[in-house]
């Protein structure tokens, strides 16, 4: 039966790409008007190749900016940045509109629920609180906890040895099937595609069910109890 659902984070509660996309947009317009002399488009294409060169969550990425078009850092414009970029993210980040109530819904059914996230321990954190949504959780493992990114399969083992739970009793929900689904198959924890969050087209999941909403996972939870009672 299942005891618990694990979740990734990033667009599987929340739309990270867009949040992230605002942001960083609001970051550029800021270190333009600051002095930074290069077209927005040039920013725009500098910027975004430092971030598929070094990491989404690189932390240090508009100080590498400001070298790659300066060739030094201003740190007028590089604080103006900053703190746009946190405004502007601070101001839109909300979890899906499904989010809260699905999570009300499985705690009733008294379910332990956990976050599973290659993000940075801080940065998860930040985003959880900041949506107000932190308390669901009695599980929250990230990137430093294991220092392995999902796909090794350590991080659910992270989360299973904090639950106190086998793999055939939780069931994991994630957007990226090469890091959620195959580290999550590869302890034998039943998966569950989230295709709302996918950021491109995936045509196999390998996943053991897909769903078009996180509300949907509410029924695949009821679907697996129904067939273990059928069973007894």
């Not at 990033?10 to 333009?32: C, E, P, R, Y």
């Not at 971030?51 to 690189?58: A, D, L, R, S, V």
């Not at 979890?95 to 009300?104: G, K």
């Not at 959620?180 to 995936?202: P, S």
């Amino acid at each position: 039966m299942i005891k618990a659902v694990l979740f990734d984070l990033d667009n599987t509660l929340i739309d990270f790409m867009k949040v992230k996309k605002s942001s960083v947009d609001a970051a550029i317009n800021a270190m333009l008007a600051a002095g930074v002399k290069v077209k927005k488009k040039k920013a725009e294409k500098i910027l975004y190749s430092l971030y598929k060169k070094h990491g989404i969550e690189h932390q240090q990425i508009f100080q590498k900016f400001l070298r790659a078009v300066l060739g030094k850092i201003s740190y007028k414009a590089l604080a103006e940045g900053i703190v746009a970029y946190r405004k502007k993210q601070s101001g839109i980040l909300q979890p899906y509109s499904d989010v809260v109530p699905t999570l009300r819904k499985l705690r009733q059914q008294r379910l332990k629920l956990a976050i599973v996230s290659d993000a940075p321990r801080m940065r998860a954190w930040l985003r959880l609180v900041e949506m107000g949504i932190q308390n669901y959780f009695d599980a929250v493992v990230c990137f430093e906890d294991t220092g392995r990114y999902k796909h090794t399969g350590l991080p659910f083992k992270r989360a299973l040895k904090l639950l106190k739970l086998k793999p055939e009793q939780c069931l994991m929900v994630g957007d990226w099937p090469e890091r959620d689904i195959v580290g999550a198959k590869k302890l034998g924890i039943r998966t569950v595609f989230a295709r709302y969050g996918a950021t491109k087209a995936i045509m196999k999941s390998g996943a053991d069910f897909e769903v078009d909403s996180v509300k949907d996972v509410v029924a695949v939870v009821n679907r697996q109890k129904s067939k273990k009672t059928q069973n007894i």
